[in-house]
Nanobody
Framework: QVQLVESGGGLVQAGGSLRLSCAASGSILSIYTMGWYRQAPGKQRELVARVTGSFSTNYADSVKGRFTISRDNAKNTVYLQMNSLRPEDTAVYYC????????????WGQGTQVTVSS
């Protein structure tokens, strides 16, 4: 069974950058669309970026132009480069599949905390 381990979060000032990584213990099928989600305190988890098996990407309007998602299928790893961070980006970030009309396929990892100070 695939286990997802997110890392790379931390405390950063507004305008700063972070790079998140999501490593899978097992093999992620390269055809699966993968995504980064985030959950802020008191809010529902939301999908912020997705990358398809053919490396096409989509972003939530709130992060478009600031975040970049990528994947390395050989390393079973998905990345999220976050630039120009804002206090409203503060959340726990998770990765999982992001297949249209399907719930995430894998169990959620522990996530990685991103805190942006103003």
């Amino acid at each position: 069974q695939v286990q997802l381990v997110e890392s790379g979060g931390g405390l950063v000032q507004a305008g700063g950058s972070l790079r998140l990584s999501c490593a899978a213990s097992g093999s992620i099928l390269s055809i699966y669309t993968m995504g980064w989600y985030r959950q802020a305190p008191g809010k529902q988890r939301e999908l912020v970026a997705r990358v398809t098996g053919s490396f096409s990407t989509n972003y939530a309007d709130s992060v478009k132009g600031r975040f970049t998602i990528s994947r390395d299928n050989a390393k079973n790893t998905v990345y999220l480069q976050m630039n120009s961070l804002r206090p409203e980006d503060t959340a726990v970030y998770y990765c999982n599949t992001a297949i249209a009309f399907s719930k995430p396929l894998y169990s959620w990892g522990q996530g990685t905390q991103v805190t942006v100070s103003s």
